[in-house]
């Protein structure tokens, strides 16, 4: 069992959540039930995986909630793009937050790379 507050992924996830929330809040309020509820969703649940996960005693399963982080993780990425092509962001902007989301993702691969070399 791992302390998830210790784990620097977990504590990136968690910082790059509140950027993900404060960013989406100027975007129209006609997506509210749309791409900014699904941006939600998926970033809120890369932290959330990791903190699960990590309650585990058995690697292959925190490896395995460690793998839909790094799909929540995707997904937030790709709602990025999506909201930069429709011009919510501003491409520095949307680059900043996708040069997060990639650190979020080596780490988390890094971290699922150990667990799965440990014996």
Known sequence: ???YRELKVWQRAMAF???IYRTT???PSDER???I???HRATTSIA???AEGSGNSAKNEFRRFLEYALRST???MTAVEIARGLGYLLAPAAAELHQQADEIAAMLVGLM???SKRV
Do not use: C, D, K
Request: hydrophobic share 40%; glycine share 4%.
């Open 1 to 3: 069992m791992h302390n």
């Open 17 to 19: 959540t509140i950027a």
């Open 25 to 27: 809040q100027s975007w």
């Open 33 to 35: 039930f749309g791409l």
């Open 37 to 39: 509820s699904q941006t």
């Open 48 to 50: 959330l995986n990791i």
């Open 74 to 76: 995707y997904e937030v």
């Open 113 to 115: 790379r150990s667990l």
